[in-house]
């Protein structure tokens, strides 16, 4: 199993960045997927959620209404579209195989550093 991210970058407040996980070794339409992610100094923070069947989404109060969470089966990809980007969004943001409940027992990528920063 591999989970690997990508388009991470520093934005200027008020930005916006879409942020990629490519993933490999095992059924990717079948599972629930999450973005995550981690502040400097802080532990990891759950952020979105896409369930595996109709596409349903969840999203953490922080990121509501900024961040599109989306996927392609096809392409085994998920992705994060983050809009108006504010400092705090700042963050190595990781992609996880399962939902906000599940995704500590499940694999993830080495994650993608997002900065926020004018």
């Known amino acids: 199993v591999q989970l690997v991210e990508s388009g991470g970058g520093l934005v200027q407040p008020g930005g916006s960045l879409r942020l990629s996980c490519a993933t490999f070794?095992?059924?990717?339409?079948?599972?629930?997927m999450s973005w995550v992610r981690q502040a400097p100094g802080q532990g990891l923070e759950w952020v979105s959620e896409i369930n595996d069947g109709d596409g349903a989404t969840k999203y953490a109060d922080s990121v509501k209404g900024r961040f599109t969470i989306s996927r392609d089966n096809a392409k085994r990809t998920l992705y994060l579209q983050m809009n108006n980007l504010k400092p705090e969004d700042t963050a190595l943001y990781f992609c996880?195989?399962?939902?906000?409940?599940?995704?500590?027992?499940?694999?993830r990528g080495q994650g993608t550093q997002v900065t926020v920063s004018s």
């Open positions: 070794g095992f059924t990717f339409s079948r599972y629930y």
């Open positions: 996880a195989r399962g939902s906000r409940m599940t995704w500590p027992q499940n694999p």
